[in-house]
């Protein structure tokens, strides 16, 4: 089941006796338990109906011994098993799986880890329970995602601030889901859409030197721009640390390679579908292609492998990452 179907169903009342939510995205894990933690139960009830427990103190035995209780003055218990990753023995929750109580919902948090489908209790799962992978976004789709968070808040983002943000903090959804949440607040009477100069007053996030308006400079050949933004890095490398500034550009170059041989350019929904991208970006990719060609493309992702080769200590002794970008960034123009 999708995260919305099972929101859908716990809205409507539509309950299991097994949620067992797995994968390497936290974020939805956590969402789902909150609400059936928060919304099952009135507060009366929770009581004597609510139990919470932690894998690394909890036995298998003990879960299901405590998932076979009836519920008091309730219709239903809820029994909530945290970091069950580090439960031994998961496999003899089959035991209880294979005719669990309707009036028990039992929750498993088995974060980071899935189960192994060949396996009997995964299929117990599927037929008696509910079974959630929650996967983790990749880079392109996290813009499209904060989108649609803030649509359900009644609040919008410039293109150019969603594509900041989702650099600044990667797709780790809890940190985006915080983050935006300030900016929320933080917004003046009567605005509801969120710029970039709302992310620099409140998160602390330059919008002038960040690795996309680097982006910008070098699509542009912006040499003045390109050098300041490298500078400011060089001084500020804890906020602006090589690795991401090499992976961020090697991701652009790598589109902007796919984007030479993209055989209908007319089409801009089709070049970024095939980009990955949302289409208020395909111009970017437009004025790098014309400026990189496809030999200089490929010469400047050889660099950026090779720079991110010194920078592990290969070939280079001495020099700062700093240094390196300026090298590296002077290659790149030139």
Request: hydrophobic share 35%; charged share 25%; proline share 3%.
């Amino acid at each position: 089941m999708s995260f919305e179907q099972i929101i859908s169903d716990l809205k409507n009342k539509i309950y299991k006796p097994v949620y067992f939510l797995s994968g390497d995205e936290p974020y939805f894990i956590d969402l789902i338990t909150k609400y059936i933690h928060e919304n099952v139960l009135s507060d009366a009830e929770k009581s004597f109906n609510q139990t919470v427990m932690y894998g690394k103190e909890a036995e298998i035995h003990t879960v299901i011994d405590t998932a076979k209780r009836f519920p008091m003055m309730a219709n239903h218990q809820v029994v909530i098993v945290k970091e069950a990753q580090n439960i031994k023995n998961i496999d003899d929750l089959i035991h209880y799986v294979n005719a669990p109580l309707k009036s028990t919902l039992l929750v498993i948090n088995y974060k980071y880890k899935t189960l192994d489908k060949r396996k009997k209790l995964y299929k117990a799962i599927n037929e008696n329970g509910v079974l959630y992978e929650s996967k983790k976004l990749y880079d392109n789709e996290v813009p499209a995602w904060i989108n649609g968070y803030l649509k359900n808040k009644n609040r919008s983002i410039d293109p150019n601030a969603g594509m900041l943000l989702t650099e600044y903090l990667g797709n780790d959804l809890s940190k985006i889901a915080n983050e935006l949440e300030k900016l929320i607040i933080t917004l003046p009477d009567g605005e509801f859409n969120i710029t970039t100069s709302h992310i620099e007053r409140n998160i602390g996030i330059s919008k002038d030197y960040n690795n996309f308006e680097l982006h910008k400079a070098l699509t542009q050949k912006n040499v003045l721009k390109a050098n300041r933004i490298v500078n400011y890095f060089g001084h500020n490398p804890k906020d602006n640390p090589f690795t991401l500034t090499i992976s961020t550009l090697y991701y652009f170059y790598s589109k902007v390679l796919t984007y030479h041989f993209i055989k209908d350019k007319r089409d801009r929904r089709n070049v970024a579908a095939t980009l990955k991208v949302n289409p208020y970006f395909v111009g970017d990719y437009e004025k790098a292609a014309r400026n990189y060609n496809p030999k200089k493309t490929v010469e400047v992702i050889g660099l950026l492998r090779e720079y991110d080769l010194k920078s592990k200590g290969f070939n280079n002794v001495s020099t700062s990452h700093g240094e390196l970008l300026k090298e590296l960034v002077y290659k790149i123009l030139h």
